[in-house]
Nanobody, 120 residues
């Protein structure tokens, strides 16, 4: 079984910062991509940012320049540094990992979600 544990969400005023963390544990052969997604009330889940094992990143246009994704391959942990937060960033943020549990068995797991609220 693979478990993802997220932390770091909360409430912050506009212009503030938060840092999300997501640690993966269990039997994992390889994690190819780690990412963050978010879902606001009444909206579909959307990609925020992803990072590959080699460090290549992709960002949603709405967060580019404000958010930074990073990962610690040795600890199977992914981070999301969120700066200059805006009310429209309010959502539940979900961690996602894609890779292999064994040489032949692919995996795609989601975290439980952490609430981020940006308001004055």
């Amino acid at each position: 079984q693979v478990e993802l544990v997220e932390s770091g969400g909360g409430w912050v005023q506009p212009g503030g910062s938060l840092r999300l963390s997501c640690a993966a544990s269990g039997y994992i052969f390889r994690i190819d991509v780690m990412g963050w997604y978010r879902q606001a009330p009444g909206k579909e889940r959307e990609l925020v940012a992803t990072v590959t094992s080699s460090g290549s990143t992709i960002y949603a246009e709405s967060v580019s320049g404000r958010f930074t994704i990073s990962r610690d391959n040795a600890e199977n942990t992914v981070y999301l540094q969120m700066n200059n937060l805006k009310p429209e960033d309010t959502a539940v943020y979900y961690c996602n990992i894609k890779g292999y549990r064994t040489v032949l068995r692919r995996m795609d797991y989601w975290g439980q979600g952490t609430q981020v609220t940006v308001s004055s």
